[in-house]
């Protein structure tokens, strides 16, 4: 049968190189090779307690992508790439050719597009397909035969989620819902804006009631107090935020 898992390269490198940051990897030649051991490990694992037949790597590209170029603060809060995890990534990315392991990269888009659509096509194929990351935002991909699997914060294993587990953690209705979340109460980690003053909470209630983020515009009517004015006053805000959080699924990349 079948069985694809798509890996987000640079939050796995990421996670790998600050696992070790208080005890770096370092090699005779100075290079710290925390990053790359990581993501080799996880990788092995992958390999052999998954036996996946078929693998793709997905990376950023160099440059912006279409969400920069709409709103030039995306992401503008990370800190530049640390120095070691830059001299680590064309190393992985000659151990992942070793491998024969294809590397998944398109210009002017970043790698959860790339995941994105490949699979939702792998999905509508049939084919079993894990998305391998630890980023909240790929919730929305979830469907029957497309799942996250999650490394597990600050421990060993990872947490395999469906349609059920995403709307569960969520308390949402269905997995697309994680975009209307996101756009809502906003996301920190990718500067996504949000609406100021409505938290995760607030922003599950308003959309188990309305149903999206268009349902809520629709419906400001029914809202009361500084609420609705909060959500008036930031229209445009929200939409725009519901943009940045959408993961695109048409890529043009093939499967």
Known sequence: MDKLFLLDAYAL?????YAFIKNPRINSKGLNTSAIMGFVNTLNEV???EKPSHIGVAFDPKGPTFRHEA???YKAQREETPEDIRKAVPIIKDILKA?????LEVNGYEADDVIGTLATKAGELGVTTYMMTPDKDYGQLVKPNVFMYRPRYGENGFDVMGPKEVVEKYGITTTIQVIDLLGLMGDASDNIPGCPGVGPKTATKLINEFGSIEGILENTDKLKGSLKEKIEKNREMITFSKFLATIKIDVPIEL
Do not use: E, G, H, S
């Not at 490198?13 to 190189?17: K, L």
């Not at 491998?99 to 590397?103: A, C, L, M, T």
């Open 99 to 103: 491998y024969n392991i294809p590397v």
């Open 13 to 17: 490198i990421y996670r790998a190189y």
């Open 47 to 49: 390999l052999t307690k």
């Open 71 to 73: 709103f030039a603060q």
